[in-house]
């Protein structure tokens, strides 16, 4: 077995659910208390309903539990990929900047070249003329 599957056996403890009950001093309660006892109670016996060995509790437990920290890992691979993505669009950026400038010293080269070769064959047929 993996690693997570063992992790997830280990965490998987599910407990039986208490019958729910309603509390007893349930006329005594203010009218907001009183509907969220009731709210309480309702969803308490959903869940016994449900699942009364608790396995829907843990499930749900297990869930959040992964969910946290699949979102704490997320954070920082967010960040992570963010720098590197920006670091690569900036090397790519000064990679486009050196080669416009190697081609521009190329050309300023090849430009010169040019003209040495104009200036060498204008003075080469300058001194057969005058001869």
Known sequence: MTVFADSIKAAWQPQPLVRPIVD???????????????????LLKVEYALSAG??????????LRIAVVLAILAIPIGILCSLVSFILGEVAAWSALLLATVLNILK????????????????????????
């Open 24 to 42: 007893p001093d349930l006329t005594s309660l203010s009218p907001i208390e009183r509907s969220a006892e009731v709210l309480r109670y309702q």
């Open 54 to 63: 608790g396995s829907l509790r843990e499930w749900l437990k297990l869930n």
């Open 108 to 131: 300023i080269f090849v430009v010169c070249a040019l003209i040495l070769a104009f200036l060498t064959g204008a003075l080469f047929a300058l001194r057969s003329l005058t001869r």
